[in-house]
């Protein structure tokens, strides 16, 4: 099976920088191509195709080093002088912004049109006598398709940072692009959807038996569907319908729907090994990936101060850590009835928790984990966590990084953009939302009707999983978007998700006190748990979107501000 890296640093093509960043796209001096000689070779062109594919996101070091799961109440990082970090003082700015993919995802956007414009009515006729021609025909019309969905993707990118964004569909001259003006969020939702709904019947459900081809990492139709249901779920969300329409809820659970309906995807056996980078192998419930070129980076900014080669990195709050149920009962820590013993804290807890974060006591490189005040793996050790944690979820145990031990490790990594749990949830928040509460389903469409699950089964498929007491019959709306809120935020943690749940659901003023876990170790070797406020975050209205950079507005005065930036 071949995997796709999309790597900038390790298979991005010269020809495709040269190109995309040129005015005229017409001569590539230093390769000695022209757009003519690239896309009517099939090579060139896949290579075109495949290096826009590395535009796609992950948030491994997204800003300056620091996972953006820093920037929410998910995590601290360890570094006081990580950019990231003015996420958490207030200090980002127009002038200074941060997580800046505005050109990065408008290259992309550039890349994936002219793609589309200059790959039309290629047949490569010098090919047209090989054995594999059909395949390669097959594979090449195919595309077209992907390329629209990464634009798709990109737009997706963009709207859920700024809003109001320039809509672009062709090759624009400099000139144009300097007058362009913006869509509103709606138009963009729009052709967002409008896209996936084209390009979703002609991508194939896989690319285990297509044309030979047998590569992962692809879009497929899934993944467009997945990324229809994920769009629409965000303009349902309460920072896009302050007026709570509930037919946008609706449109977004038809559309989660749509991906269960393929009967493609299913949860994995294991949650570790859909989290953990356990298989390189697509499993049945991953969707669509970022597949990262063999590294070590990740390991050394996360491994456990104390541990040879690590550098800390991403420290998960105690805000997270306190979301993680007890697993008898399913009851919150807060509640007196959960069976939670304050002195033994990590005890009986949801099984998640272990394969999520590294708590003190918690098996590392076959050593228990430190994290006590004076520990090999605790303050006051310079890099120590600020919060009592470490990060355990996509962090690969088995990389060696001692050289007295043996040759320096690496491995590829995936960086999981859509999987199948996460559309069990968008669809069981919808589904609440838009049809009144967890015991309603999507009614069924088709003659003679078939069966859906409620918002409560799709999100005990998730729980049976993990042997978790399960949410029960009954709950009010109120209730149940409580937990599920709660149970997104464990099931997802460090997945790039809760930074941007906190602004759709415009919850920042309930997430600007991070905790941590505070462990000291007495004379007869007890250990005491005390929970300490770690940070207060400011967070304004204005937070809830980023700034356009004032660098794009110097370029484009047609470009309208946020509010408040």
């Known amino acids: 099976m071949k995997i796709q890296n999309y790597s900038k ?157 320039p809509l672009i569909t062709t090759v624009l001259t400099p000139e144009e692009a300097a007058n362009v003006e913006q869509k509103s969020f709606t138009e963009i939702v729009d052709f967002i959807v409008s896209e996936c709904d084209a390009i979703a019947p002609k991508l194939p459900l896989s690319y285990a038996n297509f044309t030979g081809a047998k590569e992962t990492g692809r879009a497929t139709r899934g993944a467009a569907l997945a990324l229809k249901a994920r769009m629409l779920l965000y303009a349902a969300s309460p920072l896009h319908n302050p007026g709570n329409d509930v037919l946008l809820w609706q449109k977004a659970a038809q559309a989660a729907k749509a991906v269960i309906d393929l009967n493609t995807y299913s949860l994995a056996s294991s949650y570790a090994t859909v989290v953990n980078n356990t298989s390189l192998s697509p499993g049945p419930e991953l969707i669509l990936e970022r597949r990262e070129a063999a590294s070590n980076g990740f390991e050394r900014r996360n491994f456990p101060i104390g541990y040879e080669g690590g550098g800390t990195g991403t420290c998960p709050s105690q805000n997270l850590v306190d979301a993680y149920e007890m697993r008898i009962n399913g009851l919150p820590i807060t509640d007196p009835a959960s069976r939670y013993n304050p002195a033994s804290p990590y005890a009986g807890r949801d099984a998640r928790l272990a394969q999520t974060i590294l708590f003190n006591g918690a098996q590392w490189k076959g050593t228990a984990v430190e994290s006590f005040f004076g520990g090999k793996n605790g303050l006051p050790l310079a890099n120590a966590t600020k919060t009592g944690y470490y990060l355990r979820k996509y962090v690969v145990e088995s990389i060696n990084l001692d050289p007295k031990v043996g040759a320096i490790g690496s491995r590829e990594h995936t960086w999981t953009l859509f999987r199948y749990g996460e559309i069990l949830l968008n669809y069981a928040e919808a589904v609440n939302e838009g049809y009144g509460g967890p015991e309603f389903s999507v009614p069924s469409t088709t003659t003679p009707p078939t069966a859906a699950l409620t918002a409560t089964q799709a999100v005990n498929l998730l729980r049976n999983r993990v042997t978790i007491t399960r949410f029960p019959n009954g709950m009010s709306q109120d209730a149940f978007r409580t937990k599920l809120r709660n149970e997104r935020r464990v099931e997802l943690a460090f997945e790039d998700h809760r930074f941007w749940d906190i602004r759709r659901w415009k919850i920042g003023d309930q997430t600007k006190d991070i905790f941590a876990m505070n462990i000291t170790r007495g004379t007869n070797n007890a250990l005491t748990f005390a929970v300490k406020l770690l940070e207060v975050r400011p967070f304004s209205e204005r937070m809830y979107l980023y700034p356009i950079p004032q660098s794009e507005i110097f370029k484009n005065a047609k470009l309208k501000q946020n509010e408040g930036w």
């Open 9 to 165: 640093y390790g298979l991005i093509f010269l020809l495709f920088f040269t190109f995309i960043n040129c005015e005229d796209l017409e001569y590539d001096e230093t390769s000695f191509n022209t757009k003519e000689t690239v896309f009517v070779e099939f090579a060139r062109s896949k290579s075109f195709l495949s290096a826009i594919y590395a535009y796609l996101p992950s948030d491994f070091n997204s800003v300056d080093g620091a996972m953006r799961a820093t920037a929410s109440d998910e995590a601290e990082h360890v570094n006081d002088l990580s950019d990231v970090q003015k996420f958490n003082d207030g200090t980002w700015s127009a002038i200074q912004p941060l997580d800046d993919v505005w050109g990065n995802m408008y290259a992309g956007i550039r890349a994936s049109n002219m793609f589309l414009v200059e790959s039309a009515g290629q047949t490569f006729p010098e090919l047209k006598y090989n054995d594999t021609y059909a395949d390669q025909m097959a594979q090449y019309n195919n595309y077209p398709f992907e390329a629209r969905f990464l634009r798709a993707f990109f737009y997706f990118e963009l709207v859920k940072r700024y809003k109001n964004i």
